[in-house]
């Protein structure tokens, strides 16, 4: 038997039971691979099935509002993700006639579709030999045939991609990469692999080597950039304050606390610092926060150092409606229905 009949014979048996393998269509192939960027599987099935409940078609999501998406995608963060879906479905909606476009280029042009879920649809959905590679697929193929560059660094990526590729089967591609992705995160694991359980362990370089704990090999990532916030926690009669910034930039699209990113010169903000905040920064101004608390927070390439202005206005002021940002008094008891970042979650705990 070949490596790949061995795989695809272990995957016949072994592979996970997941509900978007159930009865595969390109749409719910679509929305489980950009859940799963970056998060794992068991935290993306409650919020899977919830999200395919309320849209149980391409055109259900694009006829939505982009907060409902973001609302049904709460508890997998990186809600970029879940704006890009929302954006790629009505694209679909109005120039592919709700289809999915089964062609590479096309695809891959999509918001939210990198070469790992374009493989990934392609592959599964339309049976086209295409390799999607992840994190899983790196690390089988750098022990697989023993790749000595590190597998964040390109050539290491091309080395296992152009033989991986080499042997996805044409009847079933999509298989291949699921074998490939399960037995990653099932048996050839990232510290203690189990070899002993490996169906591939005889073409298995590293194991016929010993070296299966030297491999693969990484360069550290950077460490997240630090960034000095300031954050606004304002409520008044039962309100907090709320905004939303449309034009572009960190978290934009989402409902938040205001914030900017504080740059002291001589103890006062420069002039081109805290543009999105001009308006908020002179309603406040003269009135002393009831307290200032401090907290941080890591986001995957900034770490937030934050410190919280938290004020309570005898009155809420009046909302300016300006282009791009707009503001809003929610009620604190609604606060759940918010799909508010957990960055800001946790800043409202600092509520005096
Ligand atoms: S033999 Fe071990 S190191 Fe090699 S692919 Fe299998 S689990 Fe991974």
Redesign the pocket.
């Known amino acids: 038997m070949t490596l790949t009949q061995m795989l695809l014979a272990w995957y016949d048996l072994h592979g996970r039971d997941l509900p978007w393998r159930r009865n595969p269509t390109p749409y719910s192939i679509l929305v489980s691979e950009i859940m799963l960027q970056q998060t794992r599987v068991e935290a993306v099935l409650p919020t899977y099935e919830r999200f395919m409940q309320r849209f149980p078609t391409l055109q259900d999501l694009a006829a939505a509002s982009q907060d409902e998406t973001l609302t049904f995608w709460q508890g997998l963060g990186y809600y970029s993700r879940a704006r890009r879906l929302h954006q790629a479905a009505q694209i679909i909606a109005s120039e592919h006639q709700g289809r999915i476009p089964d062609d590479r280029r096309i695809l891959r042009s999509l918001p939210g579709i990198g070469d790992y879920t374009c493989g990934a649809i392609l592959s599964m959905a339309f049976s086209q030999s295409i390799l999607a590679m992840d994190g899983n697929l790196l690390r089988?193929g750098a022990?697989?045939f023993v790749i000595e560059e590190p597998i964040n660094r390109m050539k290491a990526k091309g080395q296992i991609q152009t033989k991986f590729e080499a042997m996805i089967p044409a009847q079933r591609p999509g298989d291949f990469n699921q074998a490939l992705m399960d037995?990653g995160s099932e048996?050839?694991l990232p510290r203690q692999?189990?070899?002993q359980a490996?169906p591939?362990?005889r073409h298995?370089q590293?194991?016929l080597q010993d070296r299966?704990l030297d491999l693969p090999r990484k360069v550290a990532p950077k460490a997240p950039l630090p960034v000095q916030v300031h954050v606004y926690l304002v409520e008044s009669k039962g309100f907090v304050l709320l905004r939303k910034r449309t034009a572009g930039g960190f978290l934009q699209g989402l409902w938040e606390l205001p914030w900017h990113e504080a740059h002291f010169g001589a103890g006062r903000f420069l002039p081109s610092v805290a543009e999105e905040s001009h308006w908020l920064l002179s309603c406040l101004k003269g009135q002393d926060p009831l307290e200032v608390r401090r907290m941080d927070y890591v986001f995957s390439h900034r770490h937030w150092f934050m410190t919280i202005f938290c004020h309570a206005l005898e009155e809420p002021f009046y909302l300016p409606r300006e282009e791009n940002i707009q503001y809003r008094w929610q009620p604190w008891e609604t606060m759940e229905e918010i799909a508010l970042p957990t960055v800001f979650k946790r800043a409202l705990k600092a509520r005096p």
């Open positions: 089988v022990r697989l037995l048996v050839c692999p189990r070899c490996c591939i362990s298995c590293a194991f299966t």
